[in-house]
T-cell receptor, first 114, second 110 residues
């Protein structure tokens, strides 16, 4: 158990809709990173939040956005959903965005787009 | 998106055998990590490596951070059925993001 919890576990949406995924970080961790994992692939970095500010972003369009709250929990929002957005969305928490503090993952949200 | 070169893609072994998998990159990394992912779950950290040349063990698992900082390997000794899963390597450079390999799917026959 990593202490990182994500909700919901599964979600089905249709093209064009919007979705919000949630993540609670491990106790004491102030950094949350989001990843997209397509079937049969490794996770791809979406963005990271450190102390409520975006701290780096991967190669994802602006319709992928996020928030981090004062308690360090986080949300991932995706607008105008496309079929290719179907994937497992993983959240990872760590301390201070420091490379010497490894990222610990939740079990993800499985998003299916019809 | 960027991914590391991880091999082999899959392995089928007998219980008790040793396993070796590796990961290479065209870029230098400052940290290498190895994760295991079971179906329906997120990746679980197995070993973290922070220094070139470092060799670290965690029970039956041993991993090394390559001296060039562009590669890493993971060995599993005396495999058991619960070792089944997908193993991912991940590299971290000077930034915050992890770059993952495509994974090695391990099957252990009892």
């Amino acid at each position: 158990e990593t202490g990182v919890t994500q909700s919901p576990t599964h979600l089905i949406k249709t093209r064009g809709q919007q979705v919000t995924l949630r993540c609670s970080s491990q106790s004491g961790h102030n950094t949350v990173s989001w990843y997209q994992q397509a079937l049969g692939q490794g996770p791809q970095f979406i963005f990271q939040y450190y102390r409520e500010e975006e701290n780096g972003r991967g190669n994802f369009p602006p319709r992928f956005s996020g928030l981090q709250f004062p308690n360090y929990s986080s949300e991932l929002n995706v607008n105008a959903l496309e079929l290719d957005d179907s994937a497992l969305y993983l959240c990872a928490s760590s301390l201070d965005g420091d490379r010497n503090q490894p990222q610990h993952f939740g079990d993800g949200t499985r998003l299916s787009i019809l | 998106g960027q991914q590391l070169n991880q091999s082999p893609q899959s392995m089928f072994i007998q219980e008790g055998e040793d396993v070796s998998m590796n990961c290479t990159s065209s870029s230098i990394f400052n940290t290498w990590l190895w994760y295991k992912q079971d179906p329906g779950e997120g990746p679980v950290l197995l070993i973290a490596l922070y220094k070139a040349g470092e060799l670290t063990s965690n029970g039956r698992l041993t991993a090394q951070f390559g001296i060039t900082r562009k590669d890493s390997f993971l060995n599993i000794s005396a495999s058991i059925p619960s070792d089944v899963g997908i193993y991912f390597c991940a590299g971290q450079g000077g930034s915050e993001k992890l770059v993952f390999g495509k994974g090695t799917k391990l099957t252990v026959n009892p």
